[in-house]
């Protein structure tokens, strides 16, 4: 209300601050959705780095030769890893690498399951590890695991 005797006010004078009001409530719905989309995708993709990383760990384990090393790299190149896509949930592409990275380079098995249309998420989990060649040599040996998906 105004100081004088006309009384000019009502409900038009309460428009600017609605139309404030429900800027502020629409700011604070987009960055909730925002943030929830974020936290869903980064969610997604820890759980798919941890697959990986389980990959990798089987696929040590199946290099392993059970006496606490592993298989020398002659018979790494004769191992069989596609059965560890029994691990990976359906609708989860995953491609296993192991190469030799020192004193030569050279893979040695490639195992992959799933095709690459409309990747979304990816995740990556790799370990080193010393394997023997020959009668008294050593290869630094590189197992990588990949995994996707598309939701």
């Known amino acids: 209300m105004r100081n004088d005797r006309r009384g000019v006010g009502g409900f038009l004078e309460d428009i600017p601050v609605l139309v404030f009001v429900l800027a502020g409530v629409v700011a604070l719905i987009g960055a909730s959705v925002w943030t929830a989309g974020v936290r869903s995708d980064l969610a997604r993709e820890v759980e798919l780095e941890s697959l990986a990383d389980e990959l990798?760990?089987?696929?040590?384990?199946n290099l392993s030769d059970g006496l606490g090393g592993f298989v020398s790299v002659d018979r790494m190149e004769r191992l069989d890893l596609s059965q560890l896509s029994g691990r990976v949930p359906g609708g989860t592409g995953w491609l296993i690498s192991?190469?030799?990275?020192?004193p030569w380079a050279k893979q040695l098995v490639l195992a992959q399951w799933g095709g690459l249309d409309d990747v979304v998420y990816v995740g990556c989990g790799w370990k080193l590890v010393n394997a023997p060649y020959g009668t008294d040599g050593s290869a630094v040996v590189k197992v990588t695991a990949v995994v996707w998906c598309s939701s």
Do not use: P, Y
Not at 98 to 102: E, Q
């Open 98 to 102: 192991v190469d030799v990275i020192h």
């Open 56 to 61: 990798v760990d089987l696929a040590l384990w």
